[in-house]
């Protein structure tokens, strides 16, 4: 090392630890970036058809190592022979790839929605290659850094965390008032309205008729003013209908669909699961600001409002309020039971999670017990462990979905809809008296094969054409209905579709900026809190309207870019050869399994339990307590526990090509790689010590810490944010939910031992698109945004291309 680099020696090991960070997401960059090039694939070399040396495939250290070790490596692909590998990834995957690639569309649109998702898509991969190569390979001070700073015990931290969820008062929490955009809405009662209709043309007799209304409180968050309105379930059909009109990228993507009316709705409580379903239909529609300060929905919450319920609503509202803190109470005695059974099984999984991480064969071992064991009470501790901890968070699971949520009822009309509707008997006597896998295999040969005098098309993409064609269709009336709107201002259009066009320059429009700053703040403007009474200026509406624009052009161009790719024989290809090398196997093992027989218990599970939630929402839970709520789903999954057991014992013993025992292995592989480190440290250690040029040791050190101060910044940011959106649910009355996500969260928590980062492992999780607090996300953006220069970080590039190609050969 010459002397200039001396102070590389002497970085601690939190410095050492971050250059390493940052050279390695370096290098990700810039091998995605390659990858991008339409010949890429020829120059990662074997198995595609490639002229390339050694010395080109070496400029992909990372990207070609994964690719050989998880991909080509996965067992579903190296269940087939060498040569149908080889025309897999040669004559299947290669000409996909390049004829995506020339297609460039990554940029060949400027469209600012859709190019910021593929970029977050795109820093999604880099950043989960990232944590796992940086969990994988490390420093000489790397593990010093990782102990001492990140990887503290946290055994007993994970059972306070499943401890201290609080049980919140409930007078409290059913008080407490969840505003967005400065609303709060609530259905807090049912009339029953009596109406005279005349029955003959001389109006000589009358007949009485009624219908229901929901009595709607409205609370502004400002000024605390609150009022109710009465409005039929017609009303609100006429609202959705004229916010798809106004709305129709936001009503027809982002909302939830109006909740349709139930049969079995007249039990104790009149209307009350199409109570729930409307509030939260209505609370949907709260969360955008364009909707809740249009008139429409202004006519709607405000019209005919008075302030004082009468004697009948004020009992109705007194019953339906006891009923809804029953159901609170019963979902926070449900949190007991579950935080309970989760303290008894922590310390167990732990230790099995201990095993998994110090045995390399451990999931192995367990997996080949399900082929040892025919009946369950021969398993080991470990396997009960993690049957027992499955049965819990599926119960837990069924009892969040379908019973405490708004929309619970009506996803459960669905489910059971659906599961009234399927053929079940029908599947049974195919699954049990034909082939699936021959009837399939034809199926689709039929739909893959080529018509005459269609330009080699065939009939699946013809089908997917023709349907983007409708879409295409569609949109295109939706585009005419929206230019109507804005037939005053030809210039703004001409602006978006020639941005969505990326042809500005050709168009020769003076307007590019001012157009590009409307488009730009869409996502800002979404986020901001509107005035619950103001009405529409006229400036509000051409925004509204040029977003609506924008929104069904990004859209129709998507259909477009997928319709090329359906045009193209490609796509096809890859699809017919997806299906023989994925699905097949698969379909062959099930037949031998005796698929059929799991088929006939799978319906009978999906009877009991649909009949027992349906019996629990319609009339039991107004008694029950959460401790037999809980019980009878728990003994149903015991009830049936075996069938599942039974199909995938026989599935095991019937896998004649070891295809499952083969993943299995696959799946070691990465734990076996995180925990070299712990083995084997030499193999894995990078020498950062660049020896062959000169670095300016003071622009080095500003421009390292320049780096760190923006990670360990953004960290901060994250956790401050977090503890935030803690706080906002418990002001808001949303404990329940906090309670969830805290136990879920403290059992699935990743074990330390493996050598994760679990700051990097938070960002990795963490997903800024979804985010609707304006300001963090600002600051985010902002901290991304924001440039630093790299040029003495970056002559690193060169020594870690090598390093890396000497690391990962080794291992």
């Not at 699936?436 to 699946?460: A, C, D, E, F």
């Not at 978006?496 to 990326?502: M, Q, R």
């Not at 290809?573 to 799991?598: A, D, T, V």
Request: proline fraction near 3%; charged fraction near 30%; hydrophobic fraction near 35%.
């Amino acid at each position: 090392m010459t002397q200039t680099n001396a102070f590389l020696s002497n970085l601690s090991p939190t410095e050492e630890h971050f250059l390493k960070k940052f050279l390695m997401e370096k290098r990700l960059e810039t091998e995605l970036k390659l990858l991008a090039r339409p010949d890429c694939l020829q120059l990662f070399g074997t198995p595609f058809d490639s002229k390339t040396t050694d010395a080109d495939t070496d400029s992909f250290p990372l990207s070609r190592y994964f690719f050989n070790n998880y991909i080509n490596s996965f067992p579903f692909i190296t269940n087939n022979t060498k040569k149908d590998q080889e025309k897999f990834w040669k004559h299947t995957v290669q000409p996909f790839v390049e004829s995506v690639n020339q297609k460039q569309l990554s940029n060949s649109n400027d469209r600012k929605e859709h190019t910021t998702k593929r970029k977050q898509i795109n820093t999604k991969f880099v950043s989960g290659l990232a944590l796992f190569y940086n969990s994988v390979l490390v420093t000489p001070k790397d593990m010093e850094y990782l102990e001492s700073e990140h990887l503290a015990p946290s055994d007993v931290g994970k059972l306070d965390k499943i401890r201290a969820h609080k049980t919140p008062m409930l007078q409290d929490l059913h008080q407490k008032l969840n505003f967005s955009n400065g609303l709060n809405i609530n259905i807090v009662s049912v009339d029953k309205v009596h109406v005279e209709t005349t029955t003959t043309w001389f109006g000589l007799s009358t007949k009485s008729t009624h219908h229901y209304e929901f009595v709607i409180q409205v609370t502004e968050q400002d000024s605390g003013d609150q009022h109710y309105v009465s409005r039929p379930y017609h009303e609100f059909k006429h609202l959705e209908k004229t916010l798809l009109k106004k709305f129709p990228g936001i009503m027809n993507i982002e909302t939830s669909k109006l909740p349709e009316k139930f049969k079995n709705d007249a039990n104790t409580l009149i209307k009350e699961k199409l109570r729930i379903s409307l509030r939260g239909y209505l609370t949907s529609l709260l969360q955008f600001p364009e909707i809740v300060s249009s008139e429409e929905f202004q006519y709607f919450i405000n019209e005919h409002n008075f302030h004082t319920l009468n004697d009948e609503q004020k009992a109705d509202y007194e019953k339906r309020h006891k009923h809804e803190k029953h159901l609170l109470m019963t979902q926070l005695e449900f949190q007991k039971e579950v935080s309970k059974l989760m303290i008894d099984f922590s310390k167990q999984f732990d230790d099995f999670k201990i095993q998994l991480i110090k045995e390399p064969d451990t999931l192995v071992n367990i997996f080949k017990e399900i082929g040892a064991n025919k009946e369950m009470t021969n398993l080991s501790p470990l396997l009960k462990i993690f049957i027992d901890w499955c049965k819990i968070e599926i119960s837990a699971t069924v009892f969040q979905i379908f019973l405490t949520q708004d929309n619970s009822n009506e996803l459960l009309h669905n489910v059971k809809k659906f599961h009234r509707l399927f053929p079940y008997g029908i599947m049974y006597n195919i699954l049990r008296f034909t082939n699936p896998m021959s009837i399939i295999s034809r199926v689709i040969s039929l739909l893959l094969i080529n018509i005459p005098g269609t330009n080699n098309k065939n009939l699946l993409s013809c089908l997917f054409i023709m349907l983007l064609d409708e879409d295409l269709n569609g949109y295109e009336v939706e585009v005419n209905n929206v230019k109507l709107k804005l037939k005053e201002y030809p210039n703004f259009i001409a602006a978006i579709e020639a941005n969505i066009d990326n042809k500005l320059n050709e168009a020769h429009l003076d307007i590019e900026e001012a157009i590009e700053d409307i488009i730009g703040s869409i996502e800002e403007v979404n986020k901001q809190e509107a005035m619950a009474k103001t009405k529409l200026r006229d400036s509000d509406d051409l925004f509204n309207n040029l977003k609506q624009l924008y929104q069904i052009k990004v859209r129709q161009n998507d259909k477009l870019i997928l319709k090329s790719l359906w045009e193209e024989p490609e796509l096809t290809r890859l699809i017919k050869n997806f299906l023989i090398i994925f699905y097949h196997p698969l379909i062959e093992l099930l037949s031998k399994s005796k698929m059929h027989i799991f088929f006939k218990d799978l319906q009978g599970f999906n009877d009991e339990l649909i009949n027992l939630l349906v019996r629990i929402n319609e009339e039991e839970i107004y008694y029950l307590s959460s401790v037999e709520v809980f019980n009878r789903l728990m003994k149903l999954m015991d009830d049936h526990i075996g069938i599942f057991w039974k199909f995938v014992h026989n599935m095991y013993n019937n896998d004649d090509s070891h295809l499952f025992l083969k993943l299995i292995q696959w799946i070691e592989n990465f734990l076996l790689k995180l925990r070299l480190k712990y083995a084997d440290i030499d193999k894995v250690t990078l020498d950062l010590h660049l020896k062959d040029q000169e670095l300016d040791e003071e622009q080095f050190f500003k421009q390292l810490h320049e780096r760190m101060d923006k990670i360990l910044l953004k960290r901060k940011l994250f956790k401050e944010h977090y503890q935030q959106t803690v706080a906002q649910r418990e002001k808001h009355g949303n404990s329940i939910e906090n309670n969830w996500d805290q136990l879920h969260e403290a059992f699935n928590e990743y074990d330390t031992n493996f050598g994760l980062d679990i700051d990097e492992l938070e960002e990795l999780n963490f997903d800024i698109s979804e985010n609707t607090d304006i300001e963090f996300s600002k600051k985010i953006s902002q901290l991304q945004t924001f440039e630093y220069s790299t040029s003495e970080l970056d002559k690193f590039d060169p020594h870690m291309v090598k390093e890396l190609n000497r690391v990962l050969q080794g291992i």
